[in-house]
């Protein structure tokens, strides 16, 4: 039998002849491989979607929702291609505004609008709003669509999606339709509907690299939204890794956590967010740092969101104190444990001689700004107190119960990694670590060395082990859960890189040069377009082309530093979405869009409020810095998903042929 099979078919081994059997079972009939091959090859000659890529949100949802709602001016550009001079830049930026917030602005229209003259609104509305969902959705096959549109609404947007009142035989048919919706009172559930489909047809696909957490009042509500989302994926930043370390039960990140949430006095992440129980610490604090000085701790209150009194900012203060020496205790007793990682210059307790109120760093003198810690023993300075340990036993406890947390942690698992290759470009967060030479550098990971890409590999499934809460703590567990601070602060780490997180020094020195944190080489040889093309090659890509797509540090714009490096090989979004970095940037930071006429590097001014975008239409979109345009508009054939698409073309064709030569029989 095999013998004839091979006479008939020479191309078809056994192994593959199984695998077209299998094939075979979901496509039984040459019928029913045709039809599928005929699906495929339109799919592949579809525009590309468009692909959004954020980065460094900092908890500031409304900003992000609001830079999610426009796709980064994808929407505008999509009006203005529809209307052109049909419509005054007015008429369209209203149109915009409407379709980004739908709600609010039809609740604004009717105090001051008459019924009559909102009736002929709803009309002109109708229309223009079905021309915009028409051309977001002609990216898409009709079934892709049809399972983005809403339930209640499914039928009717169908219809209207697929006729047109500039058909002679349908206009009555297309007009009707608008009639009765309004006639129905159904217009504005109805335009609230289209809107948010436009949203949704706007971006395929939406790339968050790294950086959703700290600083802002809302990364949680940012999570919510990304889980609820259709399509995305995250590279895992250092505040995200922070956070996913606290979830795991490294007790170090979560007083990080803790500490950096009382900076930006950001009680509503913790507390309404999570649940985290900020009680125990709130008594002990107002109780061990009654009469302490805390000019050092003090909130800063001018990037907070929401009001506090004097009182409440003095009692933040003073947590804030208090879990910051936790932290540092805390901090010193991992280092003693993980000596290999070579980070004994960060623990610094002993250093410090509260009497005289000074901390003496390598061979330097240095006055502290505050030296008033009474719960550390000069003796044993590591040592928690016993009211210590209790709060973070409550915390520890907090942070691995909450069930939004382990929610978002899982999506962070789910839907990300360290980087990412798609369609010629590499996304990651931070950095490569490189050696002054230019070569990836050796890192030890569990008593293993990696480099490249290898390592991003393996500090991948570290961090997927360590995020696995088990009754058991293995000493492999352990390690990866320990691993966890060091992703957030360690100098080989690829999300941070620097020499170090110089905390101690920032909070109780004036001086500048022990606050100094090195940055690592990565950092200094990105701008060489050799180094970006070896490391596009370490990971599989084309340098001709090809593009590294990263965050984590803040372009300066004020101080002339460019976001586009190493000859456009090198894209730095940093998102600027927190306000605390706005004075030293001097903008509100760079998003990007990839569609199928090419890449579009958008620069952002300040999100001020979500009422102020609703009641001025206010974009937020600033200068386009980098525009990329292909010799030709990109089809899906020619992205990750059309090569995977062809393949199984190729597949079905051999199919047909199996069928046709009778070595596979059609069944039904």
Known sequence: MTSTMHNTSPDISDRDLRYLQLLAKSFPTVAAASTEIINLEAILNLPKGTEHFLTDIHGEDEAFRHVLKNASGTIRRKVDEIFGTSLSGRERQELCTLIYYPHEKMKLMRRTETPEKMEEWYQLTLNRLVKVCQNVSSKYTRSKVQKALPKEFSYI??????????????????????STIID????????????????????DSLHIVGDIYDRGPGAHIIM??????????VQWGNHDLLWMGAYAGNDASIANVVRI?????NLDTLEEGYGINLLPLATFAMETYADSPLEVFNPKIKFVHKYYTDKEQRIIAQMHKAITVIQWKLEGQLIDRRQEWGMADRKQLHLIDSERGVITIDDVEYKLKDSHFPTINPADPYRLTREEVNIIVHMHGSFTGSEKLRRHVRFMLHNGSFYLVRNNNLLYHASIPLTEQGEFKEVEVAGETFKGRALLDRLDRLVQLACRHKSEITPEHQYAIDYMWYLWCGPCSPSFDKSRMATLERYLLSEKEPQREDKGWYYKLQDSEEICDMILREFGLNPEGGHIINGHVPVK???????VRAGGKLLVIDGGFSKAYQPETGIAGYTLVFHSRGLQLVQHNPFESRQKAIMEGCDIIGNTVLEEWGAHRLRVRDTDMGRELQSQVDELHRLLRAYRSGLIKERG
């Open 157 to 178: 947007i169908q219809e209207l999606l697929h006729e047109t009142e500039a058909d002679p035989n349908k206009a009555a048919y297309f007009g009707q339709i608008i």
């Open 184 to 203: 129905t009172q159904r217009a504005e559930a109805f335009i609230e509907a289209m809107c948010n489909l436009i949203q949704r047809l706007a971006i």
């Open 224 to 233: 919510e939204t990304l889980c609820d989302y259709h399509n995305v994926d």
């Open 261 to 265: 949430c009382l900076r930006y006095a």
């Open 557 to 563: 714009t004020v101080k002339g530093e460019k976001p």
